[in-house]
């Protein structure tokens, strides 16, 4: 691990996009007619969404706040299940919504990017069976041209699928069918639209439990391909291929990508005398708890550099990285040490040309409002909203497009150590 207070002074190359990511569902509050909400209200999760952040409402307030710190581009997604609550059935006032928000913020001059599916789908597509069916993709299809049409003068970066592209056993068809509707989706989108497209890539860098025993290096590998080689090998081959499934031809992935758009958190440890291969049971930002009050996986930044430098041959962006916990300055560390695992991997030759915070504001973590992760604090009973000192801290960083010693110095007197 770095000892952040010898980390040199390092500046980003000129126009770096720096910015905060959210997603609909975890904001917006009250989205119910996707499948999640539906899951919630079976009692799968820890506690239910409710209203989130209730950004759907308040959202001309969060685009004067995301201004107000600085922030030079914003990530979130439509929800496709407000668009087309019913097959067939399509909500004007949800799309005028997002028109509005996108809008506001490009009046701001800050560069959007705009996610069509972050986990969440309509309860009647899932029905369907959703993406494990190849034949239902064309829904996604018309769902992408209907609100790709409507908001294209406001986007700047389309995103189709986050996170879905990797094959973990038994959902292999998942993940290809997932890469097939990123494909088609992508030539779908060319057709009209003049913005950047790709899809955000749940980048997990395994790592050998036993980094010299000979089988946990082995189901490394298995597990990176599982993870990362699947979606990078059906871009630049057009092929789907995944341990353990017969290998299928699918022509139109190949170059069908702008750039490549990471999300990235930890390592995942392998184990090959585990029955799950894994010591984490999820190997990005579900999180296990600590002291009850504490939300924080490994920090390791060093594998974001090694993800990178396997990204070459397209521009990078950064469409996720933070980390979750109650005491802000961990935050700070997180920030300074993967950016600074970034700047390696410009030093190196990777071409990354922006970076999105994960998240803007503490929202709802798929199961539990627990795991806070935003810049910003918000109250859930009052939905007020709170800049922590890492918001400003990310600011400045932002306004001296890079790290220096001095900024970190006015945040971060001494390093947080864990409660015992």
């Not at 001095?406 to 007197?413: A, D, N, P, T, W």
């Amino acid at each position: 691990m770095y000892d952040i207070f010898s980390l040199p002074d390092f500046k980003f190359p000129e126009n770096f996009l720096w910015g905060s990511a959210t997603a609909g569902h975890q904001v917006e509050g009250d989205n119910i007619h996707s499948q999640h909400y539906h899951r919630e209200l079976q009692g799968i999760c820890d506690e239910p969404s409710g209203k989130a952040c209730n950004h759907y409402e308040l959202f001309r307030e969060d685009v004067q706040l995301i201004a107000d710190l600085g922030h030079q581009s914003y990530r979130t997604s439509i929800e496709w299940s407000r668009i087309e609550p019913r097959e067939g059935e399509w909500d004007q006032a949800a799309l005028d919504h997002y028109k509005e928000l996108f809008g506001l913020l490009k009046a701001r001059g800050i560069v959007t990017w705009v996610t069509f599916s972050h986990f969440t789908v309509p309860q009647w597509f899932e029905e369907l069976e959703g993406f494990r069916k190849k034949e239902n993709l064309h829904y996604f299809l018309h769902f992408v041209e209907k609100a790709g049409k409507f908001l294209d003068e406001y986007v700047d970066f389309w995103l189709v699928i986050n996170e879905r592209t990797m094959t973990l056993p038994g959902w292999e068809q998942y993940g290809f069918n997932s890469i097939r509707a990123h494909a088609q989706s992508y030539h779908l989108l060319k057709t009209f639209s003049k913005s950047k497209v790709g899809s955000a890539h749940m980048a997990v860098q395994p790592y050998p439990n036993r980094y010299y025993d000979e089988l946990d290096r082995a189901m490394t590998a298995i597990r990176d391909f599982q993870y990362n080689g699947v979606f990078l090998h059906a871009i630049r081959n057009g092929e789907l291929i995944s341990p353990g499934v017969d290998a299928e031809d699918c022509p139109e992935a190949k170059g069908a990508n702008d750039f490549w758009a990471i999300n990235i958190y930890t390592r995942e440890l392998v184990d090959s005398r585990s029955k799950n291969f894994s010591t984490h049971r999820f190997p990005h930002k579900y999180l296990r708890m600590v002291d009850q009050k504490f939300y924080l996986e490994e920090m390791y930044p060093e594998g974001t550099t090694a993800m990178l430098e396997r990204l070459k041959d397209y521009p990078v962006y950064i469409s996720e990285n933070g980390c979750a916990c109650d005491d802000d300055r961990f935050r700070i560390v997180y920030i300074s040490l993967y950016l600074s695992a970034i700047h390696d991997a410009i030093l190196r030759g990777v071409d990354v040309r922006g970076y999105l915070y994960w998240s803007l504001m503490d929202n709802y973590e798929w199961s539990s409002f627990k795991p806070r992760f935003g810049l910003v604090h918000v109250d859930f009973s009052t939905f007020v909203r709170t800049p922590k000192p890492s918001a400003a801290f990310f600011k400045e960083l932002i306004e001296n497009n890079g790290f220096s010693q001095e900024i970190l110095r006015r945040y971060l007197h001494e390093l947080p150590v864990l409660a015992r």
